[in-house]
């Protein structure tokens, strides 16, 4: 029995979303608790049983609320960092596999599906832009590409998968 390793076709879901997303959790429980400063005071003044205790718990709570949303944009920061790390991470797994595990389903007009994040192509290029793509369709590598093997072999493997002809004339 072989081993058999599996490269998630998409990188690891970005954190930066649940960041955003307590912001707006805490923001909406942060205007409610605002909502209840009048009552409570109120209470506290008429000298009703609990009224002071129960006006600095609000207090402590609206105290904690504004130091999370404080906080937030450097969380966001870190999220923002340990996604852009776990998607190289990812990129360089997906380079370990073979050839036609890496461009799998390249056709002649889509892409690879491991492409959603960058072209699995020049996935060994740490410098190439998520923008930029080596689709057999786009005709030649860039001259760049030129003294890099695994760009060399992936763009091969790509151009005989979608047509064989191509192939012949790029080697």
């Known amino acids: 029995m072989g081993f058999f390793r599996s490269v998630p076709t ?8 649940a960041v955003l997303r307590r912001q707006k959790i805490v923001e909406d429980e942060l205007f409610d608790l605002k909502l209840e400063i009048d009552e409570l005071a109120l209470a506290c003044v008429e000298g009703k049983p609990d009224g002071r205790k ?5 207090h402590e709570k609206i105290r904690v609320a504004e130091f999370e949303l404080e906080s937030l944009p450097l969380a966001r920061d870190l999220a923002a ?13 997906v380079q370990t596999l073979s050839p036609n595990e890496i461009i799998a389903g390249i056709t002649k007009d889509d892409c ?29 590598l860039d001259s760049r590409y030129a003294d890099d093997p695994q760009v060399q072999t992936l ?8 047509n064989p002809t191509i192939f012949e004339s790029v080697a």
């Open 155 to 162: 763009f091969s493997a790509a151009c005989a998968k979608i």
């Open 54 to 58: 129960n006006l600095a718990a609000l």
């Open 112 to 140: 690879c599906d491991r492409c959603s994040h960058g072209c699995v192509i020049l996935g060994s290029d740490e410098t190439a832009d998520q923008q930029d793509c080596a689709h057999p369709r786009h005709g030649n």
């Open 10 to 17: 998409e990188p690891p879901a970005s954190r930066v979303p």
């Open 81 to 93: 960092q340990l996604d852009k790390q776990a998607i190289a991470a990812w990129r360089a797994e």
